[in-house]
């Protein structure tokens, strides 16, 4: 039973296939707790996937080792609520080849994402990625707010709306 406010709600339990935990990844912001969580569920769907490919006609899956094993991915799971999209690209950076985004040919070369989201790829503050970013001649500080160049056009996008913003793809900082 999980709290909730007021007494108590019964648990809920989701069975998802790899694409959709993979998916549910993507909604998670970065902590401890959900990195671990992220590096544990990847070794879970690679585990059960060599057993699969490895599995002949005459062999029989332990119907306990399946179930210890989707318990554990489901537990993980819960913890993926709070996440974003981004999570996605640092797991990868992370994994490299083990990462999800590869085994499901994800690709992110026409995504684009905030300067912050870009340092944090560099290991830079979002400042001295705007910075570079006006180094590179894509981006210019009008009154304090930045402003994509004519040739910033070919890497990144203006969204409008109340607050104006930059965002740019990943191959900006290639």
Known sequence: MLKAGRGTTKAKTYFLNEPQATLLLTFLRNNEIVVEFKVDLVKVFYEMRMKLQNHTPSQKLSLSETVAETEIALKLIDLLKESKGFDLLLLEKV????????????????????????????????????LLLEKKGFQVSKNGVWKITESGKSFGMEIGGKFSQLKWRVDTIL
């Open 95 to 130: 994994l490299k080849e083990s990462s999800p985004t590869k085994l499901l040919e994800i690709d992110f070369s026409q995504t684009y994402f905030l300067p912050t989201e870009l340092g944090q790829l560099l290991g830079i503050s979002p400042h001295e990625m705007n």
